[in-house]
């Protein structure tokens, strides 16, 4: 029986492979180089290693990696993440290309990084990877078009701190307010005249029926607003319904 590898042929193995899997994967253009992978590489020989009874070869090894290369390269970018360095473009699409679920996770920093570089298309791909893998909220941000608007109007991408009148003007408050009351009933109506504000998630909602979980915005009513609703409750006859009332069916 050969002999079993040894901890020396695994860091020969590991300085070879890496010297061979960067070309090979293109890891160079990304900006990467041998001894930036050696320590995913080591700790996947590490691995081969400690499976076999018989030494391990380079030729196995190699085989092995490039049948499970996406895991390498999803690895290779959670390693980028994890630097904390200025990324470039090139490892800002490989990111985004190999770990979608740690820069959907990690689009607050990436947003920043890809903002530094005028990445206009990267932020694209980044909103939907926010949207499915991240801690999206129902309300968009009118600066960076992230849906991560907090109950205090903050953005958790951009870090702007936001005003109602901005995000009212962004998502066309006015006309959803007056689109919402017209399927209300009247009494739900005079609720949110007389409560002076409505509740804003994925839809605006008068207070007594504001969403139990999740996020949600208080928007307050300007003046306008409030006389737009009044308009609508004296503009004539509404259906003698209960629809929309808390309790009914």
């Given at each position: ?95 985004a290309a ?102 804003l998630n ?35 006859p509404r ?11």
């Amino acid at each position: 029986m050969r002999r079993a590898t040894t901890e020396d042929d695994v860091k020969a193995l590991t300085s070879s492979l890496s010297e061979k899997l960067v070309p090979a994967l293109g890891l160079d253009l990304v900006g990467l180089k041998p001894d930036d992978i050696k320590d995913i590489i080591y700790s996947i020989v590490s691995s081969l290693a400690e499976s076999r009874s018989s030494k391990l070869t380079e030729e196995a090894a190699m085989k092995r990696i490039m049948a499970t290369k996406d895991g390498l390269l999803k690895a290779v970018a959670a390693m980028l993440l994890s630097r904390e360095r200025p990324l470039t473009r090139e490892q800002l699409e490989f990111i985004a290309a190999y770990a979608p679920e740690a820069a959907g996770r990690a689009a607050p920093y990436l947003y920043q990084q890809a903002k530094r570089l005028g990445a206009d298309d990267i932020i694209a791909s980044l909103r939907s990877l926010w949207s499915q893998y991240g801690r999206p909220t129902p309300v968009e941000c009118p600066r960076c078009g992230f849906r991560a608007v907090t109950p205090d109007l903050t953005c958790t991408v951009c870090g702007a701190q936001l005003s109602e009148g901005e995000i009212k003007r962004h998502m066309g408050f006015s006309r959803l307010l007056l689109e919402t009351a017209k399927r209300l009933h009247p009494r739900l109506v005079e609720e949110m005249i007389a409560a002076g504000y409505v509740v804003l998630n994925h839809e605006v909602h008068p207070p007594s029926l504001a969403p139990k979980s999740g996020y949600a915005l208080t928007i307050h009513l300007s003046r306008d607003e409030k006389e737009t609703l009044r308009s609508l409750l004296s503009g004539g006859p509404r259906p003698d319904q209960d629809a929309g009332l808390p309790g009914s069916r």
